[in-house]
Each structure stands twice: as C-alpha cells, then as structure tokens.
C-alpha cells in the first residue's frame, strides 16, 4: 500500500469526521458543558468504535456484522436512551451550560460516561460497517494487505477521525469560556438538550 493512497484515505476520513453528525454535537455539548476532558473521552469512544468497524471491514466481516443485527438494535437503544436522558438534563438543568464548564465537572458524573457514550452512539450505526467496506476498496487491494499495511490503515483511522473530533473538543471548550451573556445560556443550554433529546428519539425510532 502506497503513501498517497493513505493520504487520500485520511483526508476522506477527516472529511467524513468533520460533517455535522450525532457524535459532532455529542462532543461538542460535552465538552461545553463539563469540560474538554470529558469532550477527549466521548472523541476516544468514537474512534475506539470506529476501529471496530475499519477491523470487521478489513477482514470481511461486514456481513457477520449484519447477522449481528439484533446486538446492534440494543446498542443503538442504549445510546439512544442514554442520548434521551442527557438531553431532559440539559432542558431541566437551571445551570447554563456553556457557563463555566471547568466548574460543572464535578455534576457531570464519572468520565467512563462519556467514554461510554461516544462508544455507544457510534456503535450504535450499523451504516458505519456498510461505509467503511465500500470505501476502504476504493484507496486499498483488501484482499492483498498484510500486518504492516493493516496497521497504517488503522493508524490512519486514529489519526483521521481522532484529530478532528478533538479539535471539535478544544473549540468547543474554548468557546465556553467566553463570557456569553446571560440571556444567550440559556437558550444554547435547551437547543443542545432538544438536539440531544432529537437524536435519541431519532435512533429508537431507526431501532
């Protein structure tokens, strides 16, 4: 496997991980709202699960992956349900938000939740397998990778989908440190949780 060739994979990936998505707005609002540290642990979550789906693409595995259906539908009614009650936290919560998000650390539970969630809700879109075994033939022979070619491509995964959910992370963090004005918080706090509330309702409807 060539060097350009990982190089249009990553830059494909990047694009894919930077477009306005469940897990954007997950780690966005986590990040906003407890700190950059928990907006890092949803970002892992997600390339954790995206590995998994990169590894059954790579292996061929993506039809075992559509037998699995019925593991996957309690996945994405966990994450949904997960999704459900942050958002109704978020709407019920008379804290602003995007206050002081170092401050509202201690509220925000442990920080495996957060892991967890961007785990979860990414786990939770079978389409995900789907993707990623009809893109990775375009830019790779599958059939003819070995150890070191199947490690770049996942390196490349890392890479790809991690640096831009992180960015997402410090961006949002650094946005709620500035000082908004108290009638702005408010409204931001309950248009995260109806996103959050939305996307829920959206996934158990899809399970």
């Keep these: 496997m060539d060097i350009p060739s ?12 930077a477009m306005p998505s469940t897990s954007v707005a997950l780690v966005v609002v986590r990040s906003a709202r407890y700190g950059v540290s928990h907006g890092l642990l949803v970002a892992a ?3 954790l699960a995206d590995l998994l789906f ?5 292996f061929g595995m993506a039809a075992l992956a ?10 994405r009614i966990l994450a949904a ?3 459900i009650g942050f958002g109704v936290q978020l709407i019920r919560s008379r804290r602003a938000a995007v206050s002081n998000p170092g401050n509202s650390d201690k509220r925000a539970g442990h920080h495996g939740a957060s892991f967890l969630a961007g785990l979860l809700v990414t786990l939770g879109d079978i389409k995900a397998i ?22 770049a491509v996942l390196l490349v995964t890392v890479v790809a989908v991690g640096s831009v959910k992180v ?7 650094r946005l709620a440190a500035v000082a908004l004005p108290p009638r702005y ?5 309950l248009g995260a949780g109806c996103v959050m509330v939305g996307t829920g309702v959206g996934l158990l409807v899809r399970a």
């Design 6 to 17: 990982l190089f249009l994979l990553m830059l494909s990936l990047m694009v894919m991980a």
């Design 45 to 47: 979550g997600i390339v």
């Design 54 to 58: 990169v590894s059954l693409a790579l």
């Design 66 to 75: 559509q037998w699995l259906g019925t593991a996957f539908v309690v996945v």
């Design 81 to 83: 349900v997960w999704l």
């Design 130 to 151: 789907v993707f990623y075994a009809s893109l990775l033939p375009v830019f790779v022979d599958l059939p003819a990778l070995q150890g070191a070619a199947i490690a």
């Design 167 to 173: 960015a997402y992370a410090l961006l949002a963090s």
């Design 185 to 189: 918080r408010r409204p931001l706090q």
